[in-house]
């Protein structure tokens, strides 16, 4: 047995950080150096008493706190306090749980066959617009070549490799090139997908953002090969002088990877000119030319462990709505314009759940390039 002459302390402690998955118990252990401490477990400064979910034990030098079926509720500062006589020491740990207990998004998971009908049924009413224009922009390594494999694949019904995509250092686009949507049963679809290098950090390296500028009013023609440096000029066999609403991009898509969209917020060097404020500057003209905006979130499954093990988890994720309101704050893109998604990337075989993703956010990005052409949503300029 111990004595007063003893101080207590802990000879191990609870963890700094707990997570928890929505109905999983939140267990803590530790020991303590003398049997007969006074212990005291509280949580977010109140005293927590054993009974109901919440099972207290203290059997000699071993302490237990456990909390059975985690809720939202039980997220907070947990704090156990072992005292003998005078003497006292305490320790805390943050709980975190990582789901909703209900879905915040709604998504209609296996009805992806009704989907793309209703893709492979659309029809333009404008006669100037054979089809809808997208251009997908972003960092270097954020997913935009993977996002027109993925709908390609989707479509084809097999795994595709047509946009050849790069690394997270390096761009492998360095022309302006058009991929055309391609579904196994009906052909070509009336919509596509303009890909452009990655934007970078540098001032002088990665994409000019003048020349994204040029694509958004349908200045640039295809096979157009960019220079960080120097920005197509009007002199350039390139240069389209006379662009119609068919050469126009209908909806601008920035591409952002979930697991660094904190990182990216700042890139720690004063004298760079941030890949954010490059891509705000573009958003800005799209926004005077009245053009949709969208993001499309890639690379969920690193930024959240529960998604990864399951897609279907995506809109109850704790982390994943973060995600998103950080991406909203550094791009001003409302949170019912993002979407969140998982490209194929090492997968051979086509899976279900990621192509209900990729639908929902292909769904919303039509829609919104349809409005605009057909003159619902378009500002005149």
Not at 55 to 84: F, M
Not at 100 to 125: A, C, F, P
Not at 146 to 165: C, D, K, P, T, W
Request: hydrophobic share 35%; charged share 25%; with cysteine.
């Amino acid at each position: 047995m111990g004595s007063y002459s003893s101080k207590p302390e802990f000879t191990s402690r609870i963890p700094d950080k707990r997570r928890v998955k929505r109905g999983e118990d939140i267990v803590f252990h530790c020991e303590v150096n003398l049997e007969d401490v006074k212990v005291i477990w509280e949580k977010d400064g109140q005293r927590l008493d054993d009974g109901g979910r919440i099972s207290i034990r203290q059997r000699g030098t071993d302490l237990s706190l456990r909390i059975s079926r985690a809720n939202e509720k039980d997220e907070g500062h947990y704090t156990v306090r072992i005292s003998c006589g005078p003497d006292s020491v305490s320790h805390s740990a943050e709980v975190t749980v990582l789901e909703y207990d209900r879905d915040w998004r709604q998504i209609k998971w296996g009805e992806n066959v009704s989907i793309k009908h209703s893709l492979q049924d659309l029809t333009l009413r404008n006669p100037q617009v054979k089809h809808l224009n997208f251009l997908l922009h972003g960092p270097v390594g954020a997913g935009k070549s993977s996002i027109i494999n993925s709908i390609q694949s989707i479509f084809q019904e097999r795994v595709q490799v047509g946009a050849l995509a790069g690394t997270s250092f390096t761009s492998f686009t360095k022309t302006y090139s058009i991929h055309q949507i391609i579904d196994r049963q009906t052909g070509a679809l009336p919509f596509v997908f303009s890909d452009i290098m990655g934007l970078e950090d540098r001032d002088m390296e990665g994409l000019h953002p003048d020349d994204i500028i040029s694509i958004l009013k349908g200045n640039v023609r295809e096979g157009y090969e960019f220079n960080s440096t120097c920005p197509l000029s009007i002199n350039d066999p390139s240069y389209n002088f006379n662009p119609t609403l068919g050469d126009e991009i209908h909806c601008l898509v920035s591409v952002l990877p979930a697991e660094t969209i904190s990182l990216r917020g700042n890139s720690g060097f004063p004298q760079e000119t941030n890949v954010f404020d490059k891509m705000r500057a573009v958003r800005e003209h799209a926004s005077d030319l009245g053009i949709p905006q969208v993001v499309v979130m890639t690379r969920v499954d690193l930024a959240c462990p529960l998604v990864k093990d399951d897609l279907r988890c995506i809109y109850s994720s704790k982390c994943i709505k973060r995600k998103m309101k950080e991406c909203s704050t550094l791009t001003g893109v409302p949170m019912n314009c993002i979407f969140p998604v998982r490209n194929y990337h090492e997968e051979n075989n086509l899976n279900g759940d990621m192509d209900s993703l990729i639908l929902d956010a292909l769904k919303n990005v039509v829609h919104f390039a349809k409005s605009y052409v057909d003159g619902l949503g378009r500002i005149e300029h």
